[in-house]
């Protein structure tokens, strides 16, 4: 069983930056993507960006974060990070790491297997 630990969230004013961290309990994204998504209530959750970890290749799709967020890995530590850059109040979210991808449907939730608890991100002023 893989756990997934985020941090990182917080109260932030439209314009900030603020970073994410992903850490595993164990050294479980060698052969795996890791992806980062978000949720608000009553809504789906929604792909944010992703990661190959042995290749390093990071993927960013039709995210909204596309050109302000960063997804980047630390091999040594077995971290994953999101750096979010110029936030919008519409950023805000319930922001979740996920690993264990059952396809290659990298932006796609329920084909994830394993899930953090998720770490709050609001931004307003």
């Known amino acids: 069983q893989v756990q997934l630990g985020e941090s990182g969230g917080g109260l932030v004013q439209p314009g900030d930056s603020l970073g994410l961290s992903c850490v595993a309990s164990r050294r479980a994204f060698a052969d795996d993507a890791v992806a980062w998504f978000r949720q608000v209530p009553g809504k789906e959750r929604e792909f944010v960006a992703a990661i190959r970890w042995r290749s390093n290749s990071p993927f960013y799709g039709d995210s909204p974060g596309r050109g302000r967020f960063t997804i980047a890995r630390d091999n040594a530590k077995n971290v994953v990070y999101l750096q979010m850059y110029r936030l919008k109040p519409e950023d805000t979210a319930v922001y979740y790491c996920?690993?264990?991808?059952?396809?290659?449907?990298?932006?796609?939730?329920?084909?994830?297997?394993?899930w953090g608890q998720g770490t709050q991100v609001t931004v307003s002023s």
């Open positions: 996920a690993t264990g991808l059952q396809s290659e449907r990298i932006t796609t939730a329920m084909e994830y297997q394993y």
